[in-house]
């Protein structure tokens, strides 16, 4: 029954709070809180009274939920952070009041569905939910309706689709080989497995599904562009949690299926590499606050990949206490980064509340007096920067201790994981670079406009009380899990490795990594930033345009791809063909599918607009009558000018997934 309203229930408090929201707006936004508060409360008694739950009546299997250490917790980082987003979305959203019933509903729908991901104990009842909150999602993205938020909203809805059809076609490839999907009987897969090779291409194909929601190179091209146009509280929660949805499906897989296999736990290892590296260097460059979050974001679940392929090499080496070093900090680094997050993602909302800003230039100088804000975010910043006796210290600590430990005992990667650390350390660096940069830029440096700083020094009252509550108790934590007496009882909790009880944190080994790691972030301020970024005054843009990965080989590759496969078939003579007859008909459903889609659901967008959306002629617009049918006509032009391109783009790419998904099947009878 906990489980049941942990999960179900507030998908049913969703619907009777949109109901309720249409007349009584005041009681809908109390609604929210409320739900979230409930939440957070069953979630804590779940500490307290785990149990298990199984519906029989979905699917094959039905659907598994279970709890654990790591399970629990993190159902409670969840609610936490729900509650603190809604509390703080009640002043952010008090100047905009449209669509709030369309925000609330799918916010609280997908706070049931995260639960649900996070409470699975099989990877079907995971895909499940993992694609509601896909869906619901999208709609943060695009809640201003603005034709920066289409964009990246659909940037962000055809990843997912992608993401999903590749994570099903792993699915389906992973039960057909060994019949299960429940978690703890993958432990054996490849043991029992006829084709153990077919077992590793579906777990790609899985990481490559989950990797796309949290964010992992190469799928990470939506992160940096939903981020800033979402409201503030969304992105707190698709940073801090919905990005952590995907980690836990590649960990959990990681823990079960591929708990030993090293080549597995190599790619991973790679990825996150790239991840955390890239991300770092996004952040360090961008002039834009959420946009710099946003790639941190990214960073960050680098460097929680790396734990996971660490730990995976390590267990496939024997080394199980290595592997425990190093499944510790990433999943204290999961909830390090997640209330992080909330903290830097808010105060950032605060930012966006008053000025409506988020240019670093614009933004200069306007936090010097609100001593309430800059101690929150100054604490957030310390804690992913990864200073000494804040959170992130103690997680990043050790996560590097893990690849220590991969360097002793894995000798035939000695070089690579060697380099392995140097990413690691250098990332780091930046990370507390771009922290720097944010911090000095926003509550130290003056505006170069004088009547400007003095506009913003004159009023130090910056949000209400319940805002500052909400920041505030998010904050606290970044001190609280900076103790190591806390963070290793919490990681033995999680983990059950009640070897990490003796971990020194502050040792002079373990103290030289993070001090390394703070210096290169000093010297990279220094220069980078403070005489490469910032010239005569002004924040520069200097990442190059053309290195968009999205606008300059995504978007050429696929848009022009899937037209061009039904002709080469066509064009090519029968006794060259090579695909087999059933593969072309794929291929030509694909192409169909992608035609038909193309020129039918333009108008689809149109009805959404003047329903879902809600779009109105705006109050004392001057009225023209040229006539029925060009009024019309002329309102579908201006309706689809910002939406044609990319809907149609997210509609070639659920194509491609489709083709993907026949293929698998298709192996799999085969």
Same mark, same amino acid.
């Given at each position: 029954m906990l489980i049941t309203s942990i999960v179900f229930g507030p998908m049913l408090c969703a619907a009777i709070l949109f109901i309720v929201g249409r007349r009584h707006t005041a009681v809908r936004d109390t609604g929210v809180i409320l739900v979230s508060a409930l939440e957070l409360v069953l979630t804590l008694v779940l500490l307290l009274y785990p149990g298990t739950l199984h519906i029989s009546l979905l699917l094959p299997e039905g659907l598994r939920f279970g709890t654990d250490g790591f399970r629990t917790v993190y159902a409670v980082v969840a609610a936490f952070m729900w509650t603190g987003a809604s509390i703080f979305s009640r002043e952010y959203f008090e100047e905009e009041q449209e669509h709030l019933d369309r925000f609330w509903f799918f916010m609280i729908v997908t706070l049931g569905a995260t639960e649900g991901v996070l409470?699975?104990?099989?990877?079907?009842?995971?895909?499940?939910?993992?694609?509601?909150?896909?869906?619901?999602?999208?709609?943060?993205?695009?809640?201003?309706?603005?034709?920066?938020?289409?964009?990246?909203?659909?940037?962000?809805?055809?990843?997912?689709?992608?993401? =999903? *059809? !590749? @994570?099903?076609? =792993? *699915? !389906? @490839?992973?039960?057909?080989? !060994?019949?299960?999907?429940?978690f703890a009987q993958l432990k054996n897969a490849m043991d029992t497995a006829a084709h153990p090779g077919r077992v590793k291409a579906a777990a790609v194909c899985i990481l490559l599904g989950f990797g796309a929601k949290a964010g992992m190179f190469p799928l990470h091209v939506w992160l940096p562009k939903a981020h800033p146009v979402a409201p503030s509280p969304a992105s707190a929660l698709l940073s801090g949690i919905l990005t952590k949805v995907g980690i836990y499906g590649i960990l959990m897989l990681s823990l079960s299926a591929m708990q030993k296999e090293a080549s597995f736990g190599l790619l991973v290892l790679i990825l996150g590499l790239i991840t955390m590296a890239l991300g770092a260097v996004l952040a360090l460059f961008s002039i834009d606050l959420k946009r710099t979050l946003a790639c941190s974001s990214m960073s960050q679940i680098g460097f929680i990949l790396t734990g996971i392929g660490m730990m995976v090499l390590l267990r496939a080496a024997g080394a199980e206490e290595g592997a425990g070093v190093a499944a510790s900090g990433l999943v204290l680094h999961m909830v390090n980064h997640s209330l992080i997050k909330l903290v830097l993602f808010l105060a950032a909302g605060v930012v966006v509340m008053r000025l409506h800003q988020l240019d670093l230039n614009e933004i200069r100088g306007w936090?010097?007096?609100?001593?309430?804000?800059?101690?929150?975010?100054?604490?957030?910043?310390?804690?992913?920067?990864?200073?000494?006796?804040?959170?992130?210290?103690?997680?990043?600590?050790?996560?590097?201790?893990?690849?220590?430990?991969?360097?002793?005992?894995l000798e035939d990667l000695h070089t690579f994981l060697s380099i392995a650390e140097w990413v690691f350390l250098c990332s780091g660096g930046v990370t507390f670079a771009y922290m720097l940069k944010l911090f000095i830029c926003l509550f130290v440096e003056k505006n170069?406009?004088?009547?400007?700083?003095?506009?913003?020094?004159?009023?130090p009252r910056c949000m209400n009380g319940w805002s500052s509550l909400a920041i505030s108790l998010g904050a606290i934590w970044m001190v609280i899990l900076g103790q190591p007496a806390v963070m290793t009882r919490l990681a033995a909790f999680m983990t059950g490795f009640d070897e990490i009880l003796g971990f020194q944190a502050f040792s002079w080994t373990n103290l030289k990594g993070g001090l390394i790691s703070l210096s290169i972030g000093l010297l990279l301020y220094l220069s980078i930033v403070r005489h490469g970024i910032l010239r005569q005054g002004t924040?520069?843009?200097?990442?190059?345009?053309?290195?968009?990965?999205?606008?300059?080989?995504?978007?050429?590759?696929?848009?022009?791809?899937?037209?061009?496969?039904?002709?080469?078939?066509?064009?090519?003579p029968g006794e060259n063909r090579v695909l087999t007859p059933l593969a072309k008909c794929c291929v030509l459903l694909g192409t169909v599918l992608g035609r038909t889609l193309d020129s039918s659901t333009d108008g689809i967008i149109v009805l959404l607009r003047h329903t879902l959306m809600r779009e109105r002629r705006v109050q004392g617009e001057e009225r023209r009558h040229p006539g029925l049918f060009r009024t019309v006509l002329a309102e579908m032009q201006e309706a689809l000018r910002p939406l044609a391109s990319n809907f149609t783009f997210a509609m070639m790419m659920t194509c491609i997934g489709i083709l993907i998904v026949l293929i698998a099947v298709i192996a799999a009878v085969l």
């Open positions: 409470l699975s104990m099989d990877l079907m009842t995971a895909f499940l939910f993992f694609e509601i909150l896909s869906f619901t999602s999208f709609t943060w993205v695009i809640h201003e309706e603005t034709p920066g938020a289409i964009r990246a909203g659909y940037t962000y809805l055809f990843i997912a689709v992608i993401g =999903g *059809l !590749v @994570l099903f076609m =792993g *699915l !389906v @490839l992973l039960y057909t080989e !060994v019949g299960t999907l429940e936090g010097r007096k609100k001593y309430v804000l800059m101690i929150a975010f100054a604490l957030g910043a310390l804690s992913i920067s990864g200073v000494p006796f804040f959170g992130g210290y103690i997680s990043k600590t050790l996560l590097h201790e893990g690849i220590v430990e991969g360097i002793h005992h170069k406009d004088p009547k400007k700083q003095a506009a913003y020094d004159a009023n924040y520069r843009d200097l990442w190059p345009k053309s290195w968009d990965l999205e606008e300059k080989v995504y978007r050429p590759l696929l848009t022009g791809l899937l037209p061009k496969i039904g002709g080469a078939i066509a064009s090519v």
